[in-house]
């Protein structure tokens, strides 16, 4: 065997008992106890620590242009900050430029990842420039290994699209197999608040909470959940971050709505408080949806224990706060929206089972298996089984970490969670049977992650 792991505790999304893995050929060929590992290329031994799929996250920007920028991580450093995280596939979104269909964007995007990216990476379409060339050729896009979407609600005069465009994107793309996710906020909402307080001359970074506030959210995830109902459809809300939009994903759900919803980790730290930091340090919490209130953070822990939201995903989007955050100074307008989170996400939730908040299965269902079985991946990815991709995660439950932004991988110069010890780390990580991650530092060259064809929705 290439690789045998003894002596660990597996934890899947439903199933938590000790045993060895043998591996082969890049995937999981045996589990049992007592495997015998003489002759095994590599042997680890993973005594008192926990081994878990590794992480799924479908939800990252790397190497593509926003607000008059360009993101500081592109596929090789996002993907060793991923990696350094217990990350092991990502699903990254395709900017699809003005005058170009989505299929070029793909073309775009392949050869910025292929020999650079460290984990397997599959790709979201994204709809900027909706035209009817665009609508006739999303149906195509699962041959092409894609088999989700994203559109734009919100970002008036840049990438929003009006409630016809999207009911018509909703039937067309899911009867191809196709998953939509929706950006949902109030575009003309948040656009005449964000011009008021603007003429008001509140600037500061605080006030982007302001200019969107929770309805903003909540109304555009109501209307686009009715638009799926309508249709009969599912339908994916991307970045969920306060209670009033799980309330209508719920609502809707009651209704028989698939509605699905995503939070990701940022939700689950922090508040408007932290972009009213001194000076224009809040810049660094400028993500959209933004930061809530002080009680959305345990009401999105309770959603995501109860299934009202179904995983956690990053949303890593990196803009280093010297020289472009600080293109917004004196127009929060002008802020590039995101933030890394890329590394800290199997961490940051992990914290959740150390207060009690989630149950350790949970956690990996959280991390790992649902993206899995929602994004077409499942079980060759997002499980430890026979058969499945040797992508596994030794997490050592009693190691700390101080998280500085020297102590990431991330290039980007700095992390939103800086000063805080988050308790379990991953040690060691696989990904089809190769050691890529030892002792939290990268290993092993550029490259080794493929591209995932993914299967349809619902297949
Ligand atoms: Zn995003």
């Not at 060929?29 to 290329?41: C, N, R, S």
């Not at 909402?189 to 011009?195: T, V």
Request: hydrophobic fraction near 40%.
């Amino acid at each position: 065997m290439d690789l045998v792991v003894k002596n660990g505790t597996i934890v899947t999304a439903s199933d938590t008992y000790q045993a060895d893995i043998g591996v082969q050929d890049e995937r999981i060929v045996q589990i049992g106890q007592g495997l015998d590992a003489g002759g095994a290329a590599r042997v680890i031994d993973a005594r008192g620590k926990y081994v878990i799929p590794g992480g799924i996250d479908p939800h990252s920007h790397l190497d593509t242009p926003s607000m008059g920028t360009y993101m500081s991580d592109d596929y090789l450093t996002g993907t060793i900050a991923a990696a350094c995280g217990g990350t092991t596939s990502i699903i990254n979104f395709c900017f699809q430029e003005k005058g170009k269909s989505i299929h070029d964007s793909l073309e775009h995007y392949h050869p910025r990842a292929k020999g650079r990216a460290v984990v397997d990476y599959g790709f979201h379409g994204m709809i900027s420039d909706y035209n009817d060339a665009v609508a006739r050729e999303i149906t195509s896009l699962p041959e092409a290994g894609v088999t989700s979407i994203k559109l734009f609600m919100a970002y008036r005069g840049a990438l929003m699209v009006d409630d016809r465009t999207l009911v018509q994107t909703l039937d067309q793309a899911s009867r191809a197999g196709i998953l939509v996710m929706v950006h949902a906020e109030n575009g003309d909402a948040a656009d005449l608040m964000q011009q008021r307080l603007m003429a008001e001359g509140k600037r500061d970074p605080k006030y982007h909470a302001v200019s969107r506030p929770p309805r903003v959210e909540a109304e555009a995830t109501g209307r686009a959940a009715a638009l799926a109902e309508v249709v009969g459809v599912p339908i994916y809300f991307v970045h969920v971050s306060c209670e009033e939009a799980v309330e209508e994903i719920r609502r809707a759900r009651v209704r028989g709505v698939r509605a699905m919803g995503e939070t990701c980790t940022h939700y689950l730290y922090f508040t408007e408080d932290d972009l009213d930091r001194p000076g224009f340090e809040g810049a660094k919490w400028v993500y959209t949806p933004p930061a809530r209130k002080a009680h959305q953070p345990p009401a999105l822990w309770h959603a995501l224990a109860n299934g009202d939201l179904i995983l956690v995903a990053s949303d890593h989007c990196s803009f280093n706060f010297k020289g472009q955050k600080e293109l917004g100074l004196g127009d929060f307008t002008k802020i590039p929206n995101g933030a890394p989170g890329i590394e800290e996400r199997l961490m940051g939730v992990y914290q959740g089972v150390v207060e009690g908040k989630i149950g350790l299965n949970r956690w990996v269902d959280l991390v790992s298996t649902t993206a899995a079985k929602t994004f077409g991946l499942y079980p060759r990815k997002g499980t430890i089984a026979v058969g499945s991709d040797a992508d596994l995660v030794i997490w050592d439950p009693n190691a700390e970490l101080k998280v500085t932004q020297s102590a990431l991988h991330q290039n980007v110069d700095y992390t939103l969670y800086e000063g805080r010890t988050f308790r379990g780390v991953p040690q060691i990580v696989t990904l089809r049977g190769q050691v890529i991650v030892e002792n939290r530092q990268h290993v092993g060259p550029p490259g080794t992650g493929r591209f995932l064809a993914r299967t349809r929705w619902g297949a």
